[in-house]
Every structure is written in structure tokens, then in C-alpha cells.
């Protein structure tokens, strides 16, 4: 869950332009020379590629730019790849998803994910802390029809990925600004910044200092526009962890103004629980409370 | 010579004059008939913020802000006048230098670029409520977006036009420094009229108003046209005088009280060569411990311009525009540039905002960045207090300015400025 930053920052940066779809290898482009495109489905609610149908008016002026070739979700008609882009949504559950990502792979020249599912599991990642047969046996009548894996994965962990996209569901705006990039070689501008800096921009006020709500917008990564905290709500953290994300100070701090523990686990434990920074958080917010075994009882 | 002409005469910059507080509404009509989009403060979400405003009932009576770092709250009471509180989260910047705006647009048409006039047809701004650390703001904006060889023409369309009606605190938050910056509490600059309340909270039936400019002399002449605009004696001028006077001394003498907010000073005797010989303190990485790298600090705060432009195009690529958006040294972005970024570290980030809003921007500018406004500490979402971190630098730096044995100075120059 890295928006593809090289680890040291000293690399191209974030949003390391996605291969040039203009490239020197063979384009795979359509007869009318447009650029191909296809839509795939893992472990998700489809809600990121709804946002791409839910861009009515932008999502026809794409359809004269390029070519939709494979994209379920919106028609039923499916032309074969290589696909120049492809855009994925949702997490790698099965052996079967596992078998199909690597095939998908290999049909794009370059591969997108769309969202938090497909860029850090999604919230169906909380079956990674439990034990999937109690699960299993939890929910189906007949367990042992069910073909599945112990974990939900981001799909960087099983292929290589040239862009993450984040969001749950992602934003369209973003969505337009990626496949623009894509198709003219440059780099999406796609902020790492916190969902503070759009607090700021249509000047809400701020739900943690004015109201004392624990709010995860000063870790998250910006993108919804900060949605929840123009409605009274704080951020529950849809784009996942911020760019240098200090949650150890935030958390410290609410948990200081009096919100328990369970209760910040529980909010770093939701559409991105396991990226790696939310990941961490989670772990150390619920292995109890810091020094119990040093402190003395009241 | 006609009656407007000598009404404004008659209310001349530097002369005084009394308004009944329920005429403020008369100031407000003669503002929006000229043509103004009038903001001022009002309780909306939890805090005094600056929005379009209407009515004078609309303005916060029976309101204070407590603030302390990290933490806004409102309070009601009812003894309270309009404008007893302070600052809340929004300043002039808002408006004058908004978070986004679109500095130009092109067209291709046939395979050449066309640009495109963008309309500019804001109507004037009028801001009731500012405070002298927002008058000292906008001064220091002034100084970057004015400037003889080169003035950003969207400010300066907008800060020619503005109508600056200020106010002189009567009330400091226990976040308020402007003191410490010697730039408040009184309103002296940068302002048309200026309100002063002589009475107590709620009990004041008048405020005393002083003239700063032409432009306000001919607003309080037009007001006088509806209502009486009434005499002040050298007493009453005295009076209104003191009550900002009074304030100040009365945050110099502040002191902890237990259960209370501690009450912000900055000392800034030597801070420039402080802080420049400091670049190596280990409190740099302390603090970096807390921050979050959220530019929340950045963003409240009234002096800080950094912003980054760059080309939004439609997917045909044929309409381009060019916007200018806030931008902040707290955003991994800012640093990078070809071959990697000179500040990747939050300690670096934090050093670069401190040591460049308190030390080069003397150097640049010939003041300082901070007007003690107290913003940036109440709306850190984890109090980090610019004050508190000046003052552990101070302390633990030798007489000499070096920092605290142990740790190499710098050798390395400041951060360039923005
Ligand atoms: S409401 Fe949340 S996201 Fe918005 S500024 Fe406050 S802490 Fe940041
Ligand atoms: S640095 Fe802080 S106190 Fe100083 S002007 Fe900016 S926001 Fe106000
Ligand atoms: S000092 Fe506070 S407001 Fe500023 S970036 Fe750090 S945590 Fe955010």
C-alpha cells in the first residue's frame, strides 16, 4: 500500500508515472488506434466500479478516448486482451483469484488498483486476525464446499502494481485524473497529504480541536474531498494511512482525552485494517494498554 | 462641493465617533448597497467562523471561544457582546489568497493554444471583526503578494478593493502571544474603521469608532445619512484608547493559574540567530515524535502563502487550467525535486516551518512570520505549541547560542525559503 513510493523517497516519486502507454513495445491498442481498457472483479462490493459508471457524463467523453473492452459490471460484451490499462478492484481471497490475478497481469501493460480492497484488503482483511474455520463453520451449512484462503491480500502482494489508487469507494475525480495521466504518459496528481489539507480548503471546522471527536484525517490520506468531517463525523480512514503517518502520537493523544483503547483499535480496524500502518496501529492499540504489566494497581 | 463630500469630511481619518451598537446594522446595509460581499463572525460547527454575513443579530452575542492547544471549545454567556471572542479558524487568507483559484486557462483550437480570459467579477470584500494580529497578517501577505517587481494580480485586485472594519480585543484567549509579537492587541494599520466596545460585555449600548482611511471616512459618512453618527469627547476617545492598552498589559502580566490554559509568550530576543544556530537541536526530533505532518498549522495559519501550481486538463486534452492551490512545508511534496527530497524527515519538515516562520523570514521579509494569533496552536490536532518548542530551544541552547553540549551545530546553511 505504497501508491508505488520507492521505499527512500529518493526514487521517481509518488505515482512513479505508470509505463507510458504511447511506450516502444507493441501497443495493444484497438483498429481505431484507441487505447484498450478493462475492469476487473476480485473480493469487493463493486462500489469502485460503480464510481466509474457513477462519472456518467465523464465516463461517455472516456468512451470516445478509448476503447472499454472488458468491464462486466457495465456491459456484457468482452473483447480478449492485452489490455493497455487495467483497472482492479477488490482483494485475493481464493487459490482461484490467486491463479487469475497473475493472468490478468500478464494480459496489461499496465496494471491499476482501484481502491481499498484491492489496495489493502479491504474490511473483509479483519478475517486475518481470526481463524477462517471458525468462520466458515459460523456461516455456511456445508463448510467444506467452500474453497477459500485463511487471509485477504492487496494485490501488490501477489503481482506487480503500477499505481494504487485509494479510496473506499475511490473518488471519481481521481479515477478521470489517472486514466488521463495514464493515456498521456504523465503522472497522476494524486496527493499523498492528509485529509486535513481538504479540511482546510472548504474551511470545515475542525471536529477534533472544536469538538473532541478522535478523528484518523491527520494519518489519511486525502482524496474523498473529507466528506465525513463536513458532516459533524470524524474521518474512519477510507484512503488508508497518510504519507509519514505518526498514529502512535494521534492515538496517544485521544486516548489521553479519554477515548479507550478498544475504541481506536476499532477505528484503525476498518476499510484499510490491514495496511501496513493501520496494520501496526491495530496490533499495538489492542495488545492492551502500554506498561500494565509495569504499573501498579490504583 | 455637496453633502457627501463634507459628511466625510467631517468623519476624517484619525477622528472619532460614536455608534450605537444596534446602527451596526446601518454599516453593514451601506456596505452590501456598495456592492460588498460582507463577511464577518458567527457560531457555525462548534466555533466562531468568518462567513457571509447578513445581519448584525448574526454576529456571536453572548459567546466566548476557550482555546487552549489542541482544543477549541464555545461557551455561552450571556454576558457576552459581539465581539468578545477572538480568533477562530479562519482568517483573511480565506478570502484574499483562497485555498484554490485558477490563475489561467487555455484552449487548443486547431492545434494552437489560446489563452482564455477567466472572469474576475468577485464583488469587493468588506470583513467585519478583524483583529490587529489580522490587520499585522495581512500586512506581512501584503509584503509577499505586493511587491514592486512583481504583484500577483488576483490579491491585489482583491486586497485594493477590501474594506477592513476592525475591532480592538478587549479579551485574549490564553492562546494569544500578539504581545509577545508587538503587533496587538490594539489595531493601529491596515484598517477603514475600527470598533472599539468601552463597556463591558453585553452592557455597552455604543462603540467607539475610529477612522483609518478615506475610504472609511465616506463608509461612516453614509452611515451618518441613516442614523446618528454621534460625537466623542477626549475622555471617551481616551477611554477607547485604553481599553486594547489596558488588555495588553494585562497579558504581559499573565501568569499559570492552576486549572487554567497556560497563558502563550514568545520571547523573541535574538530568535533569528537562535533558532539558524540551532538547525542541529535534538528538539527537532522530539517534536517530530508528536507531529503528525497534517498541515493543519500551515494551513490556519494567517502569514503562510507556500502554494503549488499546476495544469488540470480535460481528457481530451484540449482545455487546460492552470490552478494554484494552498500548498504547505508539511506535505512530502513540497520538498521533492530532481533527485530526491531535501525534507523527508517530519523533523526536517517541522525545523523548515519553524525556523522559516520565526527566523528567515526576517531575512526575507524584514518581519517576522508569526503575529502570536495563537492559531497554529489551537488547531494542531495534537496541541504542538510554537511557543513551547521556541522556549525548550531557548533553554537548553547555550548563552552563546549553540545548542546544548553534545550535539554538532549544522553545517550546513538554513532551508532555502519557499
Ligand atoms: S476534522 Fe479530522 S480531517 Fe478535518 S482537520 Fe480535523 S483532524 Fe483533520
Ligand atoms: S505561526 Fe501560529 S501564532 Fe504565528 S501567525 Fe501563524 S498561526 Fe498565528
Ligand atoms: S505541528 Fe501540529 S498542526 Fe502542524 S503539522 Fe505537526 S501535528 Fe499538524
Redesign the pocket.
Known amino acids: 500500500m505504497s501508491n508505488a513510493i520507492s521505499a527512500d523517497d529518493a526514487g521517481p516519486g509518488p505515482g512513479a508515472p505508470p509505463a507510458s502507454v504511447a511506450g516502444t513495445n507493441t501497443p495493444p491498442h484497438d483498429s481505431r488506434g484507441k487505447p484498450r481498457i478493462a475492469v476487473f472483479k476480485f473480493a469487493s462490493c463493486d462500489g469502485c466500479q460503480l464510481q466509474l459508471l457513477d462519472a456518467a457524463n465523464r465516463f461517455l467523453e472516456l468512451a470516445e478516448h478509448v476503447e472499454i473492452d472488458h468491464f462486466l459490471e457495465a456491459r456484457s460484451r468482452s473483447v480478449p486482451g492485452p489490455y493497455d490499462l487495467g483497472l482492479v478492484e477488490g482483494s485475493i481471497t481464493t487459490p482461484h483469484d490467486v491463479e487469475r490475478i497473475h493472468e490478468v497481469r500478464a494480459q496489461c501493460r499496465v496494471l491499476v488498483t482501484l481502491g481499498a480492497c484491492a489496495t489493502a484488503g479491504g474490511i473483509q482483511a479483519l478475517r486475518n486476525w481470526g481463524r477462517i474455520d471458525d468462520f466458515l463453520s459460523a456461516v455456511y451449512a456445508s463448510p467444506q464446499f467452500i474453497d477459500t484462503l485463511a487471509t485477504s491480500t492487496p494485490i501488490a502482494d501477489h503481482v506487480h502494481v503500477d499505481f494504487e489508487l485509494r479510496g473506499c469507494p475511490v473518488d471519481t475525480t481521481q479515477l478521470v485524473e489517472l486514466v488521463t495521466a495514464v493515456l498521456v504518459g504523465r503522472r497522476p496528481r494524486v496527493p499523498q497529504h ?1 485529509v ?1 489539507v481538504e479540511c482546510k480548503e472548504r474551511g470545515t471546522v475542525c471536529v477534533a480541536v472544536a469538538r473532541g471527536i478522535p478523528c484518523l484525517g ?1 494519518v489519511t490520506q486525502a482524496g474523498c474531498g473529507a466528506i465525513c468531517p463536513a458532516h459533524d463525523r470524524e474521518c474512519f480512514g477510507c484512503y488508508g494511512p497518510a504519507e509519514a503517518a ?1 498514529l502512535v ?2 492515538t496517544g493523544w485521544y486516548e489521553r482525552r479519554g477515548t479507550p483503547r478498544e475504541e481506536l483499535a476499532r477505528l484503525v480496524r476498518s476499510f484499510n485494517a490491514w495496511a501496513p500502518a493501520f496494520r501496526e496501529e491495530g496490533d499495538r492499540l489492542s495488545a492492551g494498554p502500554a506498561g500494565t504489566d509495569v504499573e501498579s494497581s490504583p | 462641493m455637496n453633502d457627501g463630500v463634507l459628511a466625510a469630511a467631517a468623519h476624517q481619518p484619525g477622528s472619532w465617533h460614536r455608534l450605537a451598537r444596534r446602527d451596526l446594522q446601518h454599516l453593514i446595509d451601506v456596505l452590501v448597497e456598495a456592492g460588498h460581499r460582507v463577511v464577518g463572525p458567527q457560531v457555525a460547527d462548534g466555533a466562531i467562523v468568518l462567513r457571509d454575513l447578513a445581519h448584525a443579530d448574526d454576529l456571536p452575542h453572548g459567546w466566548l471561544d476557550e482555546q487552549d492547544g ?1 482544543s477549541y471549545r464555545l461557551r455561552h454567556d450571556p454576558g457576552a457582546g459581539p465581539f468578545d471572542h477572538v480568533v477562530g479558524p479562519h482568517s483573511l487568507k480565506n478570502f484574499l489568497f483562497p485555498p484554490r483559484d485558477t490563475l489561467q486557462r487555455w484552449v487548443r483550437v486547431a492545434g494552437s493554444w489560446q489563452e482564455q480570459a477567466i472572469p474576475r467579477d468577485e464583488p469587493p470584500l468588506a470583513v467585519i471583526g478583524a483583529r490587529a494580529c489580522d490587520l499585522q497578517a495581512l500586512a506581512v501577505q501584503d509584503a509577499i503578494f505586493i511587491r514592486a517587481d512583481y504583484a500577483d494580480p488576483a490579491y491585489a485586485a482583491r486586497r485594493d478593493r477590501l474594506v477592513v472594519v476592525a475591532v480592538n480585543c478587549r479579551r485574549a484567549a490564553a492562546t494569544c502571544f500578539c504581545h509577545s509579537m508587538q503587533c496587538g492587541p490594539a489595531v493601529t494599520h491596515s484598517f477603514d474603521l475600527a470598533l472599539t466596545d468601552p463597556a463591558e460585555g453585553a452592557a455597552g449600548d455604543a462603540f467607539a469608532v475610529e477612522v483609518g482611511s478615506e475610504r472609511g471616512a465616506g463608509l461612516l459618512a453614509e452611515v451618518a445619512r441613516r442614523t446618528t453618527v454621534g460625537a466623542l469627547d477626549d475622555e471617551a476617545i481616551a477611554a477607547a484608547r485604553r481599553v486594547p492598552r489596558d488588555l495588553e498589559s494585562r497579558m504581559h502580566a499573565r501568569s499559570v493559574e492552576p486549572g487554567q490554559p497556560r497563558p502563550r509568550s514568545l520571547d523573541t530576543e535574538g530568535i533569528r540567530d537562535l533558532l539558524f544556530d540551532s538547525l542541529a537541536h535534538p528538539r527537532w526530533d522530539e ?1 517530530a515524535t ?11 495559519c494567517p502569514t503562510c502563502f507556500c502554494h503549488s501550481v499546476g495544469e488540470v486538463a480535460d481528457l481530451s486534452g484540449d482545455h487546460v487550467d492552470r490552478d494554484r492551490r494552498w500548498a ?1 512545508c ?1 506535505e512530502i511534496d513540497h520538498g521533492r525535486m530532481h533527485g530526491g527530497n531535501a525534507r523527508p524527515t ?1 523533523a526536517s ?2 525545523r523548515q ?1 519553524l525556523t522559516h516562520k520565526l527566523a528567515g523570514w526576517i531575512d526575507q521579509f524584514g518581519t517576522s512570520g508569526c503575529t502570536g494569533c495563537g492559531r ?1 496552536i489551537t ?6 505549541d ?1 511557543t513551547e518548542e521556541v522556549a525548550a530551544i531557548r533553554a537548553s541552547s547555550a548563552p552563546d547560542g549553540q545548542p546544548a553540549a553534545g550535539h554538532e551545530p549544522s553545517p550546513s546553511p538554513p532551508d532555502a525559503p519557499p
Open positions: 492528509a486535513c491527520p505518526n502520537s494521534l | 489542541g517534536v508528536r507531529c503528525l505532518s497534517c498541515t493543519n498549522c500551515t494551513l490556519v504547505s508539511f517530519t519538515r517541522y516551518w497554529c488547531w494542531c490536532p495534537v496541541g504542538i510554537i
